[in-house]
Structures are given as C-alpha cells and as structure tokens.
C-alpha cells in the first residue's frame, strides 16, 4: 500500500490439491506469525499441515513463493475491507485519515506483516515487484490519493496551498509508524494507541482548510472566553 496493498495481485498456480493447498497456507501464515520468515521452515510447515514435504513441493516451489502467497491472500482481504470501511466516504478528507487509520488498524490485527518487517524489513515477499504491472498499480494509487486532495481543496475541505503531490508519500511514510512505536512507548510512558490516534489527528489538522480547522475551535474558545467573563463579574 502507498496505501493499502502494494503488493501486486498475481495470479497464483493452479493448485493440484485445493484443500491440501489451503492447508498449508493456513499453517505457513500462522508460523510466519509466530517465528518470522526465517524462523521457518519447510518442514515445519508440511508438519504443521499435516502433508509430506514432498506434497508441499507440488504446491509451492520454495518457502519466498509460499510466503508470496500468504501475503496476497492477506492484501486481497485487506482490500475487500478497505473498500467497504473507506472507499464510501463522501468526504475526502475523512477518505484521507481514515485511509491512515484503517492502516493502523490492520497492522494491529494482522501480526504477520509487522512480525515479517521487524525480522526481515528487505523481504521480497512484502515489496512491489519490478514490472510494468506493479509500476501501473503504483502509480494507480498515488493518482487516487492525489485526486481525493483535488477533491477536498475544490470542496473546501483541504487546503489549497498543501503540496498535493506530496501527501501520498506522506502517507506511505505515516503507515509504518507502529513499527517504530516500541522505540518511544517502551517504558510504558506513553500508550501507543494514543500516540497513533494523536498522529492521524495531526495528520487531519494539517490537511484541514483553515475555516474547516476553525470551525471546529470555535465553541470550546467561546465557551472559554464565556466563562471567564462570568468569573470577571464575580
């Protein structure tokens, strides 16, 4: 994903044996979970699936085309729900933030992908591959994002003097952010969910058109200012 997804879709092989296939992606993704990419290995996979290594070779040419699968099978369900939870937004502002926190939501649930990037951050599995189709789907997603920003200024919901051409990257750099959290949350100072909701807030602020941002300070500033008249009377 800059956003969602990065990963391209592939066309997986045909499958000798759908159910014994299904098996051992189910038991690869669950020992990727646990161990990372290089806590496991075939063996430990076929065993876990109940089926011969031999078997498991009919099926996956080596544990970084196993791995490759699992990781598609995740984006594409991640896809599904990004479509459903985002994607409907009228507004694009929200389209925007909440694209970032969906990310946060689903690095949460889905422990494999931070498990994978924590213990093998150059994995191949996890990058864009170098090919028309990828530079394509790329390309695809910075242009979404990007318009969402057109939309938003002509709505008056964004700024008009953001540097529209930059907020994809922006994005991209803002979704690993829990990745990093443990180097700062580590003393239990400070708890990490708040952090993240504290930087989509940011992220939403410097976004917002500035009627937009005051808008939303005008009644606690009123409120404010309201009472400490009433207190000047005392």
């Known amino acids: 994903m800059s956003q969602i997804g990065s990963v391209p879709v592939r066309r997986p ?6 159910a014994r296939r299904t098996k051992i992606l ?9 161990r990372g990419f290089k806590g496991v290995n075939l063996d430990a996979v076929a065993a876990e699936a109940g089926c011969a290594k031999g078997a498991l070779y009919l099926e996956f ?25 985002v994607m409907g937004l009228d507004s694009p502002l929200d389209r925007l933030v909440e694209t970032l926190r969906f990310a946060y939501r689903q690095q949460a649930a889905e422990p494999l992908f931070g498990k994978l990037l924590r213990e093998d ?8 591959q170098d090919d028309a189709a ?9 242009a979404q994002i990007a318009g969402w920003v057109d939309e938003g200024i002509a709505r008056g919901e964004i700024r008009p003097d953001v540097d529209r051409d930059a907020i994809p990257f922006v994005l991209g750099v803002l979704r690993f952010a829990p990745q990093h959290l443990g180097l700062v949350t580590s003393f239990g100072t400070f708890a ?8 989509a807030d940011i992220f939403r602020a410097g976004l917002a058109a500035r009627l937009a941002a005051a808008s939303t300070t005008t009644i606690p500033l ?7 008249r009433a207190r000047s009377k005392r």
């Not at 092989?13 to 759908?18: A, F, G, N, V």
């Not at 970084?64 to 896809?79: N, P, S, T």
């Open 13 to 18: 092989e045909k499958p000798r044996d759908p």
């Open 26 to 34: 189910e038991a690869a993704r669950r020992l990727f979970a646990e």
């Open 61 to 85: 040419a080596d544990k970084e085309a196993l791995l490759r699968e699992v990781v598609e099978q995740a984006f594409a369900a991640i896809r599904a729900r990004f479509a459903a939870e």
């Open 121 to 128: 951050p150059d994995l191949r599995a996890l990058r864009p």
């Open 134 to 142: 990828s530079a394509a789907a790329a390309k695809a997603q910075v």
């Open 192 to 199: 990490g969910e708040r952090a993240l909701d504290a930087i």
């Open 222 to 228: 009123t409120r404010r200012a309201t009472a400490s």
